[in-house]
Nanobody, 118 residues
């Protein structure tokens, strides 16, 4: 059973920074794609950033230039560095991993709360 464990959330003032971590119980090379989603109160979960094992990186427009996704292969860990945080970034952030074979399977972490407020 794949486990994804997020950490690093918290309360930060507008303009501040946080780094989220997602530790996977299996090699991150075993996933076709890994990334981050978020869900604000009363809103649907939305995709934030992701990378594929082919090496492509993608970000939603509202976080481009502020957020950076990266990985440490040796630690089986994916990171989301968040800079210049805004109140609208407040949400529960979820780590996601996808395998396409033998069937398409999504794995999710438990989520970590990020609150941006003065």
């Amino acid at each position: 059973q794949v486990q994804l464990v997020e950490s690093g959330g918290g309360l930060v003032q507008p303009g501040g920074s946080l780094r989220l971590s997602c530790a996977a119980s299996e090699s991150i090379f075993s996933f076709n794609r890994m990334g981050w989603y978020r869900q604000a109160p009363g809103k649907q979960r939305e995709w934030v950033a992701a990378f594929t094992n082919g090496g492509s990186l993608n970000y939603r427009d509202s976080v481009k230039g502020r957020f950076t996704i990266s990985r440490d292969n040796a630690k089986n860990t994916v990171y989301l560095q968040m800079n210049s945080l805004k109140p609208e970034d407040t949400a529960v952030y979820y780590c996601n991993a996808i395998r396409d074979y033998p069937t398409h399977t999504d794995y999710w972490g438990q989520g970590t709360q990020v609150t941006v407020s003065s």
